[in-house]
């Protein structure tokens, strides 16, 4: 059995960013309920990207969980539904037998009920989807930086309409990305005053190229948190995070380009 429940607003808001920026990586998702946490992980079709996020229990208005359990879903159909949000109302998850899961909006104070405001229940079939849990390795990475999630999607979404690739320039004095292709060339330099947090190993210096339309994917939304993180080793791959509040993040992870 399996009983959820957000009534806050604004992590209603940040539930549905999640499933918006989820189902552009995969149409399947697999998720883990445990006593602890819903953590969901995947690749993308291509398995070029990584995507790992745990929310933690406290997360929920009411979290109750009989056994941890997997389930699998229809991630588009799941955003559609959890899109019909109202403020007032209150998003309850739950699953009593084991290939449906039912999504309710309801108003459970039935004084502050606004007029034309439908309580709305909704029945969503599970998958059967085998999928590997990775074990993710904690990295020291050379760099770091966040930078405001407003900022970071203008920039993306200009970029992405100039070239398919982007070189990210980590360097003590300044962050720089790149992009060029048939319609001309951009480049954005990114002052370190400009950034919320920034650190470097002293004196080095990491010049990546990643695919732009996959990064894009991955901060399609400002709406997850003030702040999108980026962490950069020259060997490894670059990890994007979200710090959801209340002990619970958001994390991609993507390879970069080899240098043909």
Known sequence: MIKILVSDKKKKDLFVSLFQILKNC????????TSELLHIQGMDKSHVCLFDAKINSKWFCSYEIEK????SFD???FYSIISTKSDSQDLIINMEDNDTLHIHFINQKKNETKKGEFSKFFKMPLNEYE??????PLVDYDAEFSLSSKQTT???SQLNNFGSDMIIKCSEDKISLTTNGISGEMMVDVPIEDLSSFSIVEGD???LTYNLSYINKMCITNKLSNDINFSLSNNCPIKISYDLGDN?????FMAPKMNE
């Not at 619970?248 to 991609?252: A, K, V």
Request: hydrophobic content about 50%; aromatic content about 10%; overall charge negative.
């Open 248 to 252: 619970s993040l958001l994390q991609f």
């Open 75 to 77: 991630s588009n159909v």
């Open 131 to 136: 999928y590997e849990e990775m074990n993710i």
């Open 154 to 156: 203008e920039l993306l």
């Open 205 to 207: 210096e990491i010049i």
């Open 68 to 71: 941890a359990i997997n389930l």
């Open 26 to 33: 995969s149409s399947i998702i697999s998720s883990t309920f």
